[in-house]
């Protein structure tokens, strides 16, 4: 891992490490697959969470390095559960979230976010501490979401990207900021593809109920 924090490439004149440029490839091809609900999303997010691991442990940022450790046992969760959850016409069956659950989604990621805050606070672990925060519980919503099929997920991701990319800017870890960029406009599109295939589901729940 040293090798590929310490030697990487050079784009328009930023210096990126081969760990970077790789984790942050590999999260963008996870955001790809899960528009197609592919089960390949999740060992893809497995290889992306051990490269970003190291990149942010390296920048100081205790906040998004510990959430990929989360993220990964997620991952595990979400490939196991994706394996269950599958149509023979819609592959993973996905759905809207009810009130409670979006109520419950935004409740933790307020409480969550605060939390997590005055922990990195405590321990001088960021230097970023309320939006590394809110990154890291962000990401977990999301993927917690993702993992039991609901579209609401993509607008979380949303949330985490509006964040995510001044602070990538203020880290100097300037590829990663575009890459949050090309996440928004994938993330878009995601929510609308899964809308649709939401919509598409009920009606073929209704169609089989008569």
């Known amino acids: 891992m040293e090798f590929l924090l310490h030697h990487g490439v050079t ?25 197609r609900r592919t089960l390949w ?24 390095a510990g959430r990929q450790i989360a993220i990964l046992l997620i991952s595990l969760y979400g490939w196991w559960a994706w394996n269950r959850r599958t149509d023979p016409i819609y592959g993973v069956v996905v759905r809207k979230g009810r009130w ?39 990401t977990l919503v999301a993927f917690a979401a993702q993992g039991v099929g609901l579209v609401e997920f993509w607008g979380v991701w949303l ?19 575009a890459i949050y960029v090309v996440f928004a406009v994938l993330v878009v599109h995601g929510w609308i593809t899964w809308n649709r ?9 209704k169609l089989a109920a008569v």
Request: proline share 3%; charged share 10%.
């Open 41 to 64: 999303t999740w060992p893809v997010q497995v290889g992306a969470t051990v490269l970003l691991f190291a990149v942010y442990a390296s920048a100081h940022l205790g906040g998004l």
């Open 159 to 177: 949330v985490v990207d509006a964040i995510g990319v001044p602070l990538q800017i203020k880290s100097g870890l300037y590829f990663s900021a």
């Open 100 to 138: 409670t659950e979006r109520a419950a989604m935004l409740g933790s990621f307020v409480v969550g976010t605060v939390a997590m805050a005055l922990v990195l606070q405590a321990l001088n672990a960021s230097w970023a501490p309320w939006p590394d925060a809110a990154i890291f519980i962000g």
């Open 11 to 35: 784009v328009f004149g930023q210096w990126i490490s081969i760990a970077e440029l790789t984790g942050q490839l590999f999260a963008l091809a996870v955001v790809f697959l899960a528009q």
């Open 197 to 205: 295939s939401a919509r598409a589901a009920v009606d073929q729940r």
